[in-house]
């Protein structure tokens, strides 16, 4: 299992308390260099070496990929919104420049501030094309993890929905793509750590209160279902993004919705934490 990270000064992989900066030419992705030929990171020659506390992370993958989002995939999150789960997986795309550091602040929009929402998640990272895959499959083509945090509005988020039905998916899409709306990070921790999906518990706390606590046993699509799914939907590519839905706990339930100067964490055992503080627009 190898954690990679995406800092200021290049790509970089976990080593004890420290982070060892790779030696690569071009700077690849890292979703493409678990793809190619120097797949060994642990081979590559490190050029520096960083402490973690003074290592600048940014998001593991950057926006030049696409991402997809999926819902009412725990179970326990579909019980407390009343609705039913899909008969297979569908994945909304959006902008990829929603995409935000793990660390970064989650900036409230000026035309919807009001009603903004937290969804902690696991995220998959595609690490081969791939298209019409066959069933069992998925796996093989994810590259790793990440934690993520599905940032939404939900006011504007609801006026694509009627009666719990689908009328105007355009609104959805612009209730979860408002800049810094994705914090993700802060790795990509690689697949062969992750292989017993029932083993990963996700945690989502406000201001130090426990929010969210779901387990991915709960999950309706299991990761490699995912892929494969959204292989039929479209062509994947490496270092999409693909986040898996959130456990029961969302704010929206209990009116609990973000503020300027809340703090959201978002932890996955085994993969780690994010942390963003809400701000508000600049005037």
């Given at each position: 299992?190898?954690?990679?990270?995406?800092?200021?000064?290049?790509?970089?992989?976990?080593?004890?308390?420290?982070?060892?900066?790779?030696?690569?030419?071009?700077?690849?992705?890292?979703?493409?260099?678990?793809?190619?030929?120097?797949?060994d990171?642990?081979?590559?020659?490190?050029r520096?070496?960083?402490?973690?506390?003074?290592?600048?992370?940014?998001?593991?993958?950057?926006?030049?990929?696409?991402m997809?989002?999926?819902?009412?995939?725990?179970?326990?999150?579909?019980?407390?919104?009343?609705?039913?789960?899909?008969?297979?997986?569908?994945?909304?795309p959006?902008?990829?420049?929603?995409?935000?550091?793990?660390?970064?602040?989650?900036?409230?929009?000026?035309?919807a501030?009001?009603?903004?929402?937290?969804?902690?998640?696991?995220?998959?990272?595609?690490?081969?094309p791939?298209?019409?895959?066959?069933?069992?499959?998925?796996?093989?083509?994810?590259?790793?993890?990440?934690?993520?945090?599905?940032?939404?509005?939900?006011?504007?988020?609801?006026?694509?929905?009627?009666?719990?039905?689908?009328v105007?998916?355009?609104?959805?899409?612009?209730?979860?793509s408002?800049?810094?709306?994705?914090?993700?990070?802060p790795?990509?921790?690689?697949?062969?750590?992750?292989?017993?999906?029932?083993?990963?518990?996700?945690?989502?706390?406000?201001?130090?209160?426990?929010?969210?606590?779901?387990?991915?046993?709960?999950?309706?699509?299991?990761?490699?279902?995912i892929?494969?799914?959204?292989?039929?939907?479209?062509?994947?590519?490496?270092?999409?993004?693909?986040l898996?839905?959130?456990?029961?706990?969302?704010?929206?339930?209990?009116?609990?919705?973000l503020s300027?100067?809340?703090?959201?964490?978002?932890?996955?055992?085994?993969?780690?934490?994010?942390?963003?503080?809400?701000?508000?627009?600049?005037?």
């Open positions: 299992m190898l954690q990679l990270f995406r800092t200021t000064q290049g790509i970089a992989r976990a080593d004890g308390e420290e982070l060892a900066v790779l030696d690569i030419s071009g700077r690849p992705s890292i979703a493409q260099l678990l793809a190619d030929t120097l797949a990171v642990s081979g590559i020659p490190v520096a070496r960083l402490a973690m506390t003074d290592a600048v992370l940014r998001a593991p993958v950057d926006s030049a990929g696409r997809f989002l999926l819902g009412l995939n725990y179970r326990s999150h579909i019980k407390e919104v009343g609705l039913q789960a899909p008969p297979r997986p569908i994945g909304l959006i902008p990829s420049t929603a995409l935000s550091g793990p660390f970064a602040p989650i900036v409230l929009p000026p035309e501030p009001n009603h903004v929402d937290y969804e902690g998640e696991i995220a998959i990272v595609v690490g081969r791939c298209h019409a895959l066959s069933q069992g499959s998925g796996w093989d083509h994810i590259a790793g993890m990440c934690v993520a945090n599905d940032v939404s509005a939900r006011d504007i988020q609801h006026q694509g929905t009627r009666d719990g039905q689908l105007d998916i355009a609104a959805i899409v612009r209730a979860k408002f800049s810094s709306f994705k914090p993700l990070g790795c990509i921790v690689t697949a062969d750590g992750v292989r017993d999906q029932g083993a990963l518990t996700v945690v989502t706390r406000v201001n130090g209160d426990q929010r969210q606590h779901g387990s991915t046993d709960d999950m309706v699509f299991g990761f490699g279902e892929v494969e799914a959204l292989s039929h939907q479209t062509e994947l590519h490496c270092g999409d993004v693909i898996t839905g959130t456990p029961a706990g969302v704010g929206e339930t209990g009116g609990r919705f300027a100067g809340d703090v959201v964490e978002v932890d996955v055992a085994g993969i780690g934490t994010i942390r963003n503080q809400v701000t508000a627009a600049r005037p």
